[in-house]
Nanobody, 116 residues
Framework: QVQLVESGGGLVQAGRSQILSCAASGSTFRINAMGWHRQAPGKERELVASITNGGITNYADSMKGRFTISRNNAKNTVYLQMNSLKPEDTAVYYC??????????WGRGTQVTVSS
């Protein structure tokens, strides 16, 4: 099993920046990729960004240029730097890890609220 713990959420003003962190523990050798998804009220969960062990990144189109995902493999930690935040970025942000077999592991989520 893989356990994921997010941190860094909270209330932030529009236009400001915030960084989220997610630390993985347990059977981390199973992990191929890590990433972030988010779910706003009344909406489906959507991909924000992901990064493989080799550093290949993937971003949702609406997040390109504003969000940056990075990873410290030695610490089994993934980060999400969010810049120029907008009220529509308000959501619960979930850390996810994907195993080499395609199994998803999820964190409990951290709330990010962007005030206008």
């Amino acid at each position: 099993q893989v356990q994921l713990v997010e941190s860094g959420g909270g209330l932030v003003q529009a236009g400001r920046s915030q960084i989220l962190s997610c630390a993985a523990s347990g059977s981390t050798f199973r992990i191929n990729a890590m990433g972030w998804h988010r779910q706003a009220p009344g909406k489906e969960r959507e991909l924000v960004a992901s990064i493989t062990n080799g550093g290949i990144t993937n971003y949702a189109d609406s997040m390109k240029g504003r969000f940056t995902i990075s990873r410290n493999n030695a610490k089994n930690t993934v980060y999400l730097q969010m810049n120029s935040l907008k009220p529509e970025d308000t959501a619960v942000y979930y850390c996810a890890a994907t195993s080499y077999r395609g199994i998803y592991y999820w964190g409990r989520g951290t709330q990010v609220t962007v005030s206008s």
